[in-house]
Every structure is written in C-alpha cells, then in structure tokens.
C-alpha cells in the first residue's frame, strides 16, 4: 500500500510538472481516484454505496463517481488523470504478471523495512514450536475401550 502511494505520487506529480495546461496543482483528487480505480479492480463484486441513495457494484465507482463530479459542474480531467494512474499500477502489478511477464512494481526490500520500523501494519507472525493443522485433539492418544491401569 505505502509503495502503491509512492508509485501514484510520483506518478501524479511527473504529469502535473509535464502537462501543466491540466492545471493539477494539488494531486489529492487524483490520488483518491488512483485508489478508488485499484480498489474497484481488486474488489470488482463487491457492492458499494453512493451517497446512500442508490447501491453500484465497485466495478463502476470510479466511473460514477467521475459522472458525479461532472454532474456538479467539477473538473473531470484530473479525475480522469488518476482513472489512467491507477489502471498503470493495476496493469503493471496485477495484469502483466498474470500474463507471464515481470512485475515490476514489486515493492523493494527497504520500503518493507520501514515500513516495519515505524510499526505499519500488521505485527509479525510469532513462530509456532506446535506444528501447524487441526490442534482440537492434541490429548495422551488412548484409543476408546482401552483400559487405564
């Protein structure tokens, strides 16, 4: 996630510094588009909530949100900026490696060391001396019928 945020950052800012006719001063939009377009792609079935008045699947949220900007009379443009951000990351993270090809937005090894020393996320997993399976038996092992003596 924090990679993701680098990635879409940089990606953000390079296009504001390019395009500067796109007026994108502030990248927070797009930013939250790029996290809604990755969202809406990993989690496709998934129902969503407009506003509590009408439910979509998240399939269309960005899309529907991007209708929504338009509706208000809003700039759709760096809207859309973020849309493209976000399908960049999704293909070069999801779609590519599932066709065979490199990842190449593989996170490096000291963003998840970081990461880990600010306390980020999920805690380390403890490492178990009791093997791993189904634990609600673990007793002497007498089998039924058996006499104790």
């Known amino acids: 996630m924090v990679y993701m945020l680098m990635f879409g950052g940089a990606c953000l800012t390079a296009v504001s510094l390019l395009i500067p006719s796109l007026g994108m001063s502030f990248c927070a939009a ?3 588009f790029m996290l809604i377009y990755v969202y809406s792609r990993n ?3 998934q129902n969503a909530s407009i506003y509590g008045l009408f439910t979509i699947q998240t ?3 960005p899309f529907a949100f991007l209708g929504i900007t338009v509706v208000l ?3 759709p443009i760096p809207d ?3 849309m493209v951000v976000g399908h960049l990351y999704w293909f070069l993270t999801e779609l ?3 066709q065979g090809g490199r990842n190449f937005l593989q996170t490096p090894d000291w963003v998840k060391q970081v990461v880990a020393n600010l306390g980020i996320g999920p805690p380390p997993r403890p490492v178990d001396s009791v093997p791993q399976g189904f634990s609600a038996f673990r007793g002497s092992g007498r089998r039924l019928g058996e ?3």
């Open 30 to 32: 797009p930013l939250i």
């Open 43 to 45: 989690f496709p079935q």
């Open 59 to 61: 399939f269309y949220l």
């Open 73 to 75: 009379g809003g700039d």
């Open 80 to 82: 859309i900026v973020g």
């Open 96 to 98: 590519y490696p599932a």
């Open 147 to 149: 006499h104790q003596e």
